[in-house]
């Protein structure tokens, strides 16, 4: 059984159509050319939890393991390589002899993501860290040949010394989160989510017959959350109730869905989950999510443990930001209250995602109680 754990759930009162469009149809189409078309490129395997979907009362649980994608170990590298791509090639149009320099913050995976498409591309590539992020993420992104500088504070402090940077040393800037002036490069992160929003989709409707139901996504900035979003308003008939799931210490755009306007967390973020830990939205996220969200989760570290062993049992090695999606829909099926606010019966489809791989082989043998590649000895969660 998956522990009962406190977690927060906001129904969004008022779910319509968001009155922008975030990200336009002929953006993904580009996208997805160039995605499909890169070296190493390989749809993700949809893999089917039947004895955890049987557990929670529900009829399908499938979870896209992205902890492999394109060598890299998370889903980052569909935005984060993609839009460095995009952002050469508009400053190559405009300077043939130029010679460019991207940067980018990160608490570990968009940083590799940016890091590996900068050396693809043949462009240098300066990675804004803060502390706390752990030395094994780090040396993953010095070895795709990035720079790094180390900032005090939070990712949010990452991205503003990032952003500075950019406008002080002429950097191209490939951030992925956005605000207000920033928009066209996490606008392209957002569309190389999708692919991989896509492929979920139809894998899921050929495994099991139809669209699920519910989706259950983690966000950090939301960037993530907000391209499934979208994905599933264009490929499915009716549309599945998207949940965004974030750790109880860094649930910001819960916070701003409350508010019915974007919020920053009052706080610096406080969550073992690091790619999870933004206290920030991303504008465009809040501007497709605030509106098409169905729900909004803020759910404990506690969670991670259990989470990471029950895909442990399943063959899945993921990283400690993978599994909100998961432990969020395990958390919400086991209460009443939440299951009837969210329509989670009998006959739900819930797909989510575990987004890495475990990138941070300590931090995971901590949480799970082994090594990357174990079991659980008694197969307790
Ligand atoms: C493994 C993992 N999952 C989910 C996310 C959330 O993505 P977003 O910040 O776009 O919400 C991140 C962000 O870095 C991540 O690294």
Redesign the pocket.
């Known amino acids: 059984m998956f522990p009962a754990l406190p977690f927060r759930l906001f129904v969004n009162p008022t779910p319509g159509l968001p009155g922008l469009v975030v990200l336009p149809e002929a953006g993904f189409r580009r996208a997805r050319a160039t995605i499909t078309a890169w070296p190493g490129y390989a749809p993700s395997p949809l893999r089917a939890l039947d004895a955890a979907a049987a557990a929670a009362g529900i009829a399908v649980l499938a979870v896209k393991d992205?902890t492999a994608r394109l060598g890299l170990a998370?889903?980052?590298a569909l935005?984060g390589a993609y839009a460095v791509g995009e952002a050469l090639a508009d400053a190559r149009a405009r300077d043939p002899a130029g010679r460019f320099t991207v940067t980018a913050a990160?608490?570990?995976?968009?940083g590799r993501a940016v890091a590996w498409g900068a050396r693809l591309a043949g462009a240098a590539c300066v990675i804004f860290l803060h502390a706390a992020v752990s030395p094994e993420r780090a040396r993953a992104i010095a070895a795709e040949g990035a720079v790094l500088r180390i900032v005090a504070g939070s990712y949010d402090d990452a991205v503003r010394a990032a952003a500075d940077a950019a406008a002080q040393e002429g950097f191209l800037l490939i951030s992925?989160?956005s605000w207000q002036g920033y928009t066209e490069t996490p606008r392209r992160?957002?569309q190389g989510?999708r692919v991989l929003a896509e492929e979920a989709l139809t894998q899921f409707a050929a495994a099991h017959g139809g669209p699920p139901s519910h989706v259950f996504v983690?966000?950090?900035?939301?960037?993530?959350?907000?391209?499934m979003s979208v994905q599933c308003r264009a490929q499915c008939r009716p549309a599945p109730a998207l949940i965004v799931c974030e750790p109880e210490g860094a649930a910001c755009l819960l916070a701003s869905a409350e508010a019915g306007e974007w919020r920053a967390l009052p706080a610096a973020p406080d969550t073992l989950?690091?790619?999870?830990a933004?206290g920030e939205p991303?504008l465009l996220?809040f501007q497709e999510l605030g509106r098409a969200a169905h729900g909004f989760m803020a759910i404990p570290d506690a969670v991670i443990g259990p989470a990471l062993r029950l895909l442990a049992g399943a063959g899945i090695v993921a990283?400690d930001?993978?599994v909100?999606g998961l432990a969020a829909c395990l958390l919400a099926a086991a209460d009443p209250a939440a299951r009837a606010a969210l329509g989670l019966s009998e006959a739900a489809r819930v797909l989510v995602?575990a987004?890495?791989g475990a990138?941070d082989p300590a931090r995971y043998e901590a949480l799970a109680g082994f090594a990357p590649g174990g079991l659980p000895p008694d197969g307790r969660m």
Do not use: P, R, W
């Open positions: 992205e998370s889903f980052k935005g990160t608490d570990g995976n968009h992925d989160t992160v957002m989510y983690q966000a950090g900035v939301g960037g993530l959350a907000a391209s989950m690091a790619g999870l933004c991303s996220a990283g930001s993978a909100a995602i987004t890495e990138t």
